[in-house]
């Protein structure tokens, strides 16, 4: 895409003949017309086979656009990606941690470039040049909400993630809302004095892993294959879900903890939460991700979850992701 080159993504699966068989296509499946990228055939197998030797990505040439199962290539449930163009919010009350996880992820791995911007300048630089914003863990009290909520209603894609989320809240652009956990201690029991930093700390989550079921036809679930999505936690943010049935795509089981330890009250709270949800604002979306989907750079389960977000959150139908109330 940053060499001009249309991509459309499916976002309904397919049969089609490739070659003399019939292969199965799920959702999620890129598409590339040649005869609308611009480019010669040569040329762009060229630069299609230097993709693959990186990411290591199936590429099939077709011959028909007509499907022998399900939708044909020239449907609308094919749909045109726009290049992402990104802003990380960086700098003073920013997590420099995670901030530098999704730096990693974006321009070492997927060389995918992006804005750092500090939380302070927003109120004087042009958003429209970015169609997502990305903010991670942190404090963002110099941020100015009137104009991300502004720029979001205007059709941008707001990504947040761990306390971002409560920002976005409070700030009236996201509708996500929390689990509240148990108190440990109950005001009828007597507890020595000295324990209370024992019985604190061990209501803090230090690391856990956890098990996520997803819906694999939501934008943001496309690529997943396995039962479950490992996810990486590290705070105590527990999402109900969403009152809209369609946008929750992620969310925690019964009994969702895979590795890890986290105490009884933060079990509870996990279980049956929501890991992923959408809501919107005017015309632009905001995807909540409750916990650090790039974890030390390596966490690559997650990480296709976030790059969904930034790739496919645009495709992600506001029908089915208008605020319900």
């Known amino acids: 895409m940053q060499k001009g080159v249309m991509v459309k993504v499916a976002t309904q699966p397919f049969d089609i003949a490739v070659g003399a068989t019939s292969r199965h296509f799920e959702y ?11 480019w010669t055939r040569s040329a762009l197998e060229e630069l299609l086979n230097k993709l693959l030797a990186s990411y290591h990505t199936p590429i ?7 499907s022998t199962s399900g939708v044909d290539l020239g449907s609308s449930k094919f749909v045109t990606l726009a290049k992402p163009q990104v802003a990380l919010l960086t700098g003073a009350g920013v997590n420099a941690t995670d901030a530098g996880e999704v730096w990693h992820l974006l321009d070492q791995r997927m060389d995918i470039p992006a804005s750092h911007v ?5 109120k004087r630089i042009d958003l429209d040049r970015y169609n997502a914003i ?37 700030s009236g652009i996201s509708n996500a809302t929390f689990k509240r956990v148990k108190s440990a201690t109950d005001s009828t029991q007597f507890r020595a ?8 700390g061990a209501q803090q989550v230090r690391g856990a892993i956890l098990g996520a079921t997803y819906d694999p036809s939501h934008p943001l679930a496309f690529g997943y294959r396995q039962n479950e999505v490992s996810l990486f936690k590290a705070n105590r943010i527990f999402m109900e879900k969403s009152k809209n049935p369609y946008q929750t795509p992620f969310v925690y089981g019964k009994q969702p903890m895979q590795s890890g330890w986290m105490s009884k009250e933060n079990r ?11 809501s919107s604002l005017g015309s632009g979306r905001v995807i909540n991700i409750a916990d650090n989907p790039n974890f030390r750079a390596y966490w690559l389960g997650g990480s296709k979850l976030f790059l969904n977000a930034i790739f496919f959150g645009q495709v992600i139908d506001l029908g089915g992701g208008r605020n319900w109330e």
Not at 60 to 66: D, E, K, P, R, S
Not at 149 to 157: D, E, F, N, P
Not at 268 to 278: C, F, H, L, N, R
């Open 28 to 38: 999620g499946t890129l598409l590339i017309p040649i005869q609308q990228s611009g």
């Open 60 to 66: 099939h040439q077709l011959t028909t656009g007509f």
């Open 118 to 122: 500090e939380p302070s300048s927003v």
């Open 134 to 170: 990305i903010m991670v863990g942190g404090n963002y009290s110099e941020l100015d909400k009137e104009k991300v909520k502004a720029w979001v209603q205007q059709g941008g894609t707001l990504i947040v993630l761990e306390e971002a989320i409560n920002w976005a809240v409070q």
């Open 193 to 200: 004095y000295d324990t209370r930093d024992e019985v604190a």
């Open 268 to 278: 509870e709270a996990a279980a049956g939460s929501a890991a992923v949800t959408v």
